[in-house]
DNA sequence: ATACGACTTCAAGTCAACTTGAGGTCAAGC
DNA sequence: GCTTGACCTCAAGTTGACTTGAAGTCGTAT
């Protein structure tokens, strides 16, 4: 199994090298081996590093991400947290939904006033006063 | 039209008199008088909040935000801009929705080594090496 | 043998979005 | 008229996720 140096993590994955070094220093992620002093990387970091993406996206924290790959680097989650996690996101995906049906009805809808629409009124009333939570920022 | 003192926005909406002063020196909000010292709003604030606190947990940035309100405090955003942020919106939510996929593969297929698999694959393909994006933090 | 360029470390800096703390003010109730 | 409690200001601190910069180290190509 070929090892890929650094660069070539970085460029196949678009992830910089400062961010792999911070990730590795958090212990998110390791390199096998050095060639000098270059990391290289199982070419398997690749789908993990795909993950992590992409669970950032959804907005989980690096932490929430550590906690989601066992000791040897597989995806190991309990079942009943896992079903937590995809209900978390069920939810986030609610309201990112409410959020454009909002965007859509402030687009088509040509009241002055928006903030006193019943209609639109009604779309946020779902969105209540849901307390402190506390997730995590995507990545542009 | 009564006015509501800043408690009572606290209580209605779960926001926190120290994030609604910052809201107010960032410019997101305003008070529309004081009573002593007292900051007094007008209750269609609460729906201001509502919305923020939706488009937060979309993920947009307190910026991105302000930039949906007018000066008079109406959302107004012309529409090729409404369009963008609805589609930014869908990505997310696929984005979402391909986590979500990968969680429920993870609890159902029993093979040893999720990273290897390849349905596992398939599914992060998507995800490719979309460059560094700059995205919000929803609430816990 | 030397130069080059891509990496290295480590400490410090940055940014957003708040929160905290010290010390102060004010209206309402007793 | 005094206390109380909920607010106030302002500066500084916090957290997460990185980035930046200075100074150094290697392997490879010439």
Redesign the pocket.
């Known amino acids: 199994m070929k090892l890929l140096?650094?660069?070539?993590i970085?460029e196949r994955s678009g992830v910089?090298?400062?961010?792999?070094?911070?990730?590795e220093?958090?212990g998110l992620i390791q390199?096998v081996t050095?060639?000098?002093?270059?990391?290289q990387y199982e070419p398997q970091i690749l789908t993990k590093l795909a993950l992590?993406t992409l669970a950032?996206a959804g907005g989980?924290?690096?932490?929430?991400?550590a906690g989601m790959f066992s000791e040897q680097g597989q995806l190991q989650i309990p079942r009943d947290q896992i079903r937590e996690r995809a209900d978390q996101i069920d939810e986030q995906i609610k309201e990112l939904t409410a959020l454009r049906d909002v965007l859509h009805h402030v687009a088509d809808c040509p009241a002055p006033s928006h903030l006193e629409c019943p209609s639109f009124q009604r779309m946020l009333k779902t969105t209540g006063k849901r307390q402190?939570t506390k997730r995590?920022?995507p990545?542009k």
């Open positions: 140096d650094i660069g070539e970085t910089k090298p400062s961010t792999l070094r911070y990730y220093e958090v390199s050095r060639h000098g002093l270059r990391r992590i950032k989980f924290s690096l932490n929430e991400i402190q995590k920022p990545t």
